[in-house]
């Protein structure tokens, strides 16, 4: 079955830098779409970066944009975030998520903890 | 950007009750939107997708509609296993952008 499987994530100090992995299998991953969303403790879901299946185009939220990365390692089954200059307001649990050729989030992982905080 | 307005916040029903959410997009999105389930530390599940088609494996119970700009989600039927949080998403165009979430509560 899809299954999708984030790493990385613990307690980083105001400024540091994070490199998040999300591990897929059960499907084709070069046939998808691929996005990171995140949630901070007890607020609602912010979609924060897309990826097309090559790498080749990529989407990011302006609360975001310029400090962080998406790639993907289609050999590898692998999505990553790279995360630099993180702040309070970045501490959430973040999601990787499948997407459908109609942008729809159809899988998603267990999500991450990025906790910053000094 | 596009903004997507939830309502209402939280709502307290009883099971066997007929609930319905409601999502108005900033601009029209014709039906590029979904409707997901999240229960408190888990991740959020996709009910309904294109404003009104089942995700395969989500229960009847769950139906969506609308498009343009105004669009519902309704459980038709209350079960103790709804009682989660929802949210809508548009998938209109980037950003994409999520509703602030319904809580569903037990009455």
């Known amino acids: 079955q899809v299954q999708l499987v984030e790493s990385g994530g613990h307690l980083v100090k105001p400024g540091g830098s994070l490199r998040l992995s999300c591990t897929a299998s059960?499907?084709?991953?070069?046939?998808?779409?691929m996005s990171w969303i995140r949630q901070a403790p007890g607020k609602g879901l912010e979609w924060i970066s897309y990826i097309n299946i090559g790498g080749t185009t990529t989407y990011y939220a302006d609360s975001v944009k310029g400090r962080f990365t998406i790639s993907r390692d289609n050999a590898e089954n692998s999505l990553f975030l790279q995360m630099n200059s993180l702040t309070d307001e970045d501490t959430a649990v973040y999601y990787c998520?499948?997407?459908?050729?109609?942008?729809?989030?159809?899988?998603w992982g267990q999500g991450t903890l990025v906790a910053v905080s000094s | 950007d596009i903004q997507m307005t939830q309502s209402p916040s939280s709502v307290s029903a009883s099971v066997g009750d007929r609930v319905t959410i409601t999502c108005r997009a900033s601009?029209?999105?014709?039906?590029?939107v979904a409707w997901f389930q999240q229960k408190p530390g888990k991740a959020p599940n996709l009910l309904i997708y294109?404003?009104?088609f089942l995700q395969s494996g989500v229960p009847p119970r769950f139906s969506g509609s609308g498009s343009g700009t105004d669009f519902n989600l309704t459980i038709s039927s209350l079960q103790p296993e709804d009682f989660a949080t929802y949210f809508c998403?548009?998938?209109?165009?980037?950003?994409?952008?999520f509703g602030g979430g319904t809580k569903v509560e037990i009455k």
């Open positions: 601009q029209g999105i014709n039906r590029w």
């Open positions: 998520a499948r997407v459908t050729r109609s942008f729809f989030f159809d899988s």
């Open positions: 998403q548009q998938v209109h165009s980037f950003p994409l952008t």
């Open positions: 059960g499907f084709i991953f070069s046939d998808y779409y």
């Open positions: 294109e404003a009104t």
